[in-house]
């Protein structure tokens, strides 16, 4: 006779981009408008035009976007951003990885990416 679980209806409507997302925002400008051109802009605050690309959060005006910019919330986002992840503890010593070499963008139309071996 219960009504369900709301508060997991609600935590997914807030739910906001992941930091492996955010990285590759930062590192390849293609796809951070890959992610704003999936967006209408008449449903996003503002219209769209104030856009934090750290804490992947839209603002209705200009002054909220810079008052946001010298918040708490926006330089935690920063640092964490900066930070490098921890090792996996599972991952195999001396097992090889591949990772996109920074500053390539990964191309959706082809299926040739370029990678770089690492050896961990």
Same mark, same amino acid.
Request: charged share 35%; aromatic share 4%; net charge positive.
């Given at each position: ?9 609600? #935590?997914?409507?807030?739910k906001i ?5 955010? #990285? ?5 400008a ?6 704003k051109?999936s ?5 996003? $605050? ?10 992947a ?11 946001? #910019?010298?918040?708490k $919330?926006h330089?935690?986002?920063? #640092? ?8 996996? $503890?599972r991952?195999? $010593? ?12 990964y191309?959706t139309?082809s ?8 050896d961990?």
């Open positions: 006779m219960g009504t369900g679980n709301n508060r997991t209806i609600t #935590k997914t409507r807030r981009r992941d930091v492996d997302q955010i #990285k590759a925002d930062l590192l390849c293609r796809h951070l408008e890959q992610f051109d967006k209408r802009p008449e449903d996003l $605050p503002g219209l769209g035009q104030n856009y934090c690309i750290e804490c959060k839209w603002f209705d005006t200009e002054t909220t976007l810079k008052a946001h #910019k010298r918040g $919330p330089k935690r986002r920063v #640092k964490q951003l900066r930070e490098e992840p921890e090792p996996d $503890p991952r195999i $010593p001396g097992a090889q990885t591949t990772s996109q070499s920074i500053g390539q963008c191309d139309q299926a040739h990416v370029a990678h770089m071996e690492v961990t």
